[in-house]
Every structure is written in C-alpha cells, then in structure tokens.
C-alpha cells in the first residue's frame, strides 16, 4: 500500500527508534510515513477497547497516527518531520498526565 518513491532514495537517512527497536528513516519524511516505511503497522490502541490503529489520512486529520515522541504524547506522527535519534513509542489509551509535562 504505502512504499517509498524511488527518486527520492538520494534523500539522507536518519536513525530513530520505535519501541527500542532501532530503524531508519529519510530526512524529508514525517514520523508516521516513516514508521509505515519500516513496516510499523500499529502505532497505538484505543483508549475505549484497546484496538490497535495505524496512520490512515497522513495530513492531520484522522488522529490515528497518534504516538509518543520523545517522551510526549498525543503527537500526530503524520505533521511531525522526523529527526535524528527520535524515540518513537506505541501510545497506549490516552495520554497520561505526566506526560504533559514534557
């Protein structure tokens, strides 16, 4: 469904985490297009049932690419550009408290 153009293969890469796990993504791309591009198909659960979502719209509309970045949740993974050495977490229910803060 989603793959990564092939002109753009000159773009530079940049290394991020999800979940701890290491990947790398194209300095260009947001976090939810990269996620998609290293196979991340979930990306948080439902605060109601606990239902496993995933980036749909890509331009800010749908909130279904909601992840925590960096210690913050409730980030639109599709509006924010990825940068090198981001941590990348699943968000779990809503966003709690102290993570607010950050």
Do not use: W
């Not at 979930?42 to 800010?60: D, F, I, K, N, Q």
């Not at 941590?87 to 779990?92: A, L, P, S």
């Amino acid at each position: 469904m989603f793959r990564p153009m092939s002109d753009a293969k000159s773009a530079a890469t940049l290394s991020f985490s999800f979940d701890g796990r290491p990947l790398i993504g194209r300095d260009g791309d947001t976090v939810a297009a990269s996620l998609l591009a290293n196979g991340v198909d979930v990306c948080r659960e439902t605060p109601v049932s606990g239902a496993p979502r995933a980036p749909y719209c890509l331009m800010g509309v749908c909130f279904e690419c909601l992840v925590v970045i960096d210690g913050v949740g409730n980030r639109q993974g599709c509006m924010v550009p990825l940068r090198d050495g981001m941590t990348i977490e699943t968000q779990h229910g809503r966003r709690q408290p102290e993570e607010m803060q950050g």
